[in-house]
DNA sequence: ACGCAATTTGCAAACGATTGCAAGATTCTT
DNA sequence: AAGAATCTTGCAATCGTTTGCAAATTGCGT
């Protein structure tokens, strides 16, 4: 008969919990929160009584209180290139590693994709919304001054994305100009002498990944590399990776893609020209993303490793929450040799 | 020089705004809520030192009041697969086009993944927490109870996944049914006999695409469809597919692989084997990824309208926070014929 | 000028959890 | 058994915004 009546009553708020377990709602508050100051006994009854009841504290309200939310926003600003981007497979791969290392340290990811063009205040409404305690950025963009500016005036913010000398915010990346560098190295080293970058390098972590490789062809006294900018989103960048291998192949015999998304499309449009590969053309691409693996002949690119790029990101801006002054994280890339060169 | 004291004084909350502008907060938050109530001029005073101290109100502070967040929880429970399925391209796609709508509703996305079996009460507590308005599941996983539990005490759910006669709560997803029929239909056209479905049939999903499939091998009087399961993430997904061929290669001629990724590995195991495609073996899959596109051959798939699905999760999910209850969608599957068959 | 209606504002009580402080209850000393 | 020391608890203010209600201001017609 009891059961009846405590199972029927909603308890919604802690000041319920505390007046069916006869204490104050303080009282409550500590022991739901493990603090050593409550009895054991009445800890004990009042975490019954929340299984029981299913009750769960307002996180908004402790968030208030507290000054802090458990919560980590994570934004993707789209910058040059609006629409593909967030399919990127290697975006998303991040993602995914970023939220399992959240969770693990007990926080929650919010997720927001912004376009700066639209909303030039993108990264400040963020951050001073209140709902988050930190921001992780996915990629620069070319969004990289107004980033600059925040970070004087925000700590507990950590940015993927490429590290250029003397800059003030704290990055997480790859050395992309090195990798560049293995990939161009590679390149050449399979025979290449006349090589192109395929991408948009008006992106800096592109534009890094082309210098890296105008190193190299600088250094061996190579023509400079040709561009053929691209977009990223599949259906567009195919058509101009056609145009471009119409317009230029006969001038090339290398292709460095900045993303190895381009580059299993590139092969797809060579095998289309009839161009072999790597008979007729070398190929490297960057990122190592599983497609790399399963494009025939299957891909030479630069690996990025994602997971360790996640845990940095991470752990970097926790320290930055605890109160630290963290330097940037750059990590090396590691050339992958298969059958494109 | 009034200049320069306005600027030097950090205005946090909605108070402070007050007395700069002299007015009361209730004054404020009415003028920055853009109610009819207060007089234009007040209103554009208000405005302009919001603006020039870049004032934002605290969200918490307003979801606490208002008692409702503009956040949508979406979470990704890792059921019987735990480690892959983010990476899942298939998910991180939907994943990105529900970022967009709900963006473009003008909610927050909250993002969590969980594993259900190191956490029994993973839907309470996201529901339980206070800090998302509604929340949409990706995914059914092997949690289909838990979530029909759920479902009849909390109304703001929509889960992305398949649909049972009967069921109890909202679902969007393609009919995987139907889309089986399709493959396996086109798979015999093509001159297949004797059918395998690649894939673990304890995921809900995966099991109505093998019925469909059974469905079309009984109806032409075929023997029964061999099921070959395996993991989802492609490293071990890979080993087991290579096993699997080992072991019934010859028995088959056609397979049916539960997703375009799983059929893209089977296609580089099918090539390591020496086996043509589709001279001695025919195959489709599911989802039509972008990879669909680019394996050699190009991928026979069924196409799942990925936006579509998206805005429907988002569409009822809004209807569903406005009271009304909704009905569940089933979109139609469609049959891309390429290559592989 | 005056009264009445229509606008604008201010006041103060919510929303739900946390926490410094002090009071009350136990236990321990001697 | 009294007093000190230690545990437990309750009280009430606080986080920052919203909103019902009432007061104050304005506008308008006569």
Redesign the interface.
């Known amino acids: 008969m009891d059961e009846d009546k405590t199972t029927r009553v909603t308890v919604r708020n802690i000041t319920d919990l505390a007046r069916l377990a006869g204490v104050s709602p303080g009282t409550v508050s500590r022991a739901l929160a493990g603090k050593s100051l409550v009895n054991t006994k009445t800890r004990e009854k009042i975490e019954a009584l929340a299984r029981e009841h ?8 402790s ?2 209180r507290r000054q802090k ?1 458990g ?1 980590i926003g994570v934004v993707i600003p789209l910058g040059h290139d609006s629409r593909q981007q ?2 990127d ?1 290697f975006f ?2 991040l ?2 590693h970023l ?2 290392e959240l ?1 693990r340290e007990g926080y ?6 912004v376009v700066p063009e639209d909303d030039a205040d993108w990264l ?2 963020f951050i ?4 988050i305690d930190g921001v992780i950025v996915i990629g620069q963009s070319d969004q990289f001054d107004r980033i600059e500016d925040v970070a004087d005036g925000y700590g507990p913010m950590v940015v993927w994305g490429n590290h250029t000398e003397g800059q003030r915010h704290c990055v997480v990346g790859t050395d992309n100009r090195l990798g560049g560098r293995l990939a161009a190295e590679r390149l050449i080293a399979a025979g290449a002498t006349r090589l192109a970058f395929l991408g948009d390098t008006t992106a800096m972590e592109f534009a890094a990944r082309f210098a890296g490789a105008q190193d190299i062809a600088s250094r061996m006294g190579l023509p400079p590399i040709i561009t053929l900018p691209t977009h990223l989103s ?1 259906d567009r960048a195919s058509e101009e990776i056609a145009q471009h291998l119409a317009a230029r192949a006969s001038q090339i015999d290398g292709i460095f893609a900045a993303t190895d ?1 381009l580059a ?2 590139c ?2 449009e060579l ?1 289309a020209c009839g161009i072999a590969v790597p008979g007729d053309m070398k190929l490297a691409g960057f990122d190592d993303l ?2 790399a ?4 002949p299957p891909l030479t690119t630069v690996r990025q490793d994602i997971a360790a790029g996640a845990r940095g990101l991470v752990d970097l801006l926790l320290r930055r929450l605890a109160g630290e002054k963290t330097e940037s994280l750059v990590l090396p890339p590691q050339l992958v040799v298969r059958a494109t060169t």
Request: overall charge positive.
């Open positions: 299913g009750f769960r504290p307002n996180q908004m309200a968030g208030l939310t919560v967030i399919s497979s998303m791969t993602l995914g939220a399992d969770t929650d990811l919010m997720l927001r994709r400040d409404r001073g919304s209140g709902m599949p998304t299993a499309l092969l797809t095998r599983p497609i693996r399963q494009t025939v």
